[in-house]
């Protein structure tokens, strides 16, 4: 069901989208996402937003290279 998939956006401050992936949903309760954030991201303060089943979860990254 595509409603239970993970959807992880990383936006900069003016809203700008930096990053988005879709983690398809399957029967494992936790899935990990590693990023090397340094390869694409320059310093900077960023919002995470991570939605599942509709609900959103919004947490800020802080870059420091």
């Known amino acids: ?3 239970d998939d993970t959807h992880i956006q990383i ?3 003016g ?4 990053y988005r992936t ?3 949903a399957n029967s494992s309760t936790e899935q990990r ?3 090397n954030v340094k390869d694409f ?6 919002l995470v ?10 947490e800020k990254l802080v870059v420091n290279n």
């Open 33 to 35: 996402v590693t990023l």
């Open 41 to 46: 991201m320059p310093a900077g303060i960023y």
């Open 11 to 13: 936006v900069d401050l």
């Open 1 to 3: 069901n595509a409603n």
């Open 49 to 58: 937003n991570v939605t599942v089943n509709g609900t959103t979860i919004k």
């Open 15 to 18: 809203g700008r989208e930096i």
């Open 22 to 24: 879709v983690l398809a």
